[in-house]
């Protein structure tokens, strides 16, 4: 059984930082893509970065130039560096992975995290 697990979530000061991790763990065989999503109370989902094993990276204009998205292949896992955070931040963080395959010939399916609480105080 696949499961993603967040964590390096809290409550940081304006301007603070935090780095998110995401392991994944169980049968895997390739996860083509790992991203992070967050979701403030009241709003819809966001996709806010998302990483390739190739390397190619994908942000929200609103976290370009603060947050980092980094991965290592070998371990199956995945980060979040959040820099110079704001308290329009705040949200719950979800590790994501849309296309992981369990073995070389299955499809790839959408895997998701169950969320880590990241608060940024003003």
């Known amino acids: 059984q696949v499961q993603l697990v967040e964590s390096g979530g809290g409550l940081v000061q304006d301007g603070g930082s935090l780095r998110l991790s995401c392991a994944a763990s169980?049968?895997?065989?390739?996860?083509?893509?790992m991203g992070w999503y967050r979701q403030a109370p009241g709003k819809q989902r966001e996709l806010v970065a998302s990483i390739t094993i190739s390397g190619a990276t994908t942000y929200t204009d609103s976290v370009k130039g603060r947050f980092t998205i980094s991965r290592d292949n070998a371990r199956n896992m995945w980060y979040l560096q959040m820099n110079s955070l704001k308290p329009e931040d705040t949200a719950v963080y979800y590790c994501?992975?849309?296309?992981?395959?369990?073995?070389?010939?299955?499809?790839?399916?959408?895997?998701w995290g169950q969320g880590t609480q990241v608060t940024v105080s003003s």
């Open positions: 994501n992975a849309p296309t992981l395959k369990t073995t070389r010939l299955s499809t790839g399916r959408d895997y």
């Open positions: 169980g049968r895997i065989f390739s996860i083509n893509t």
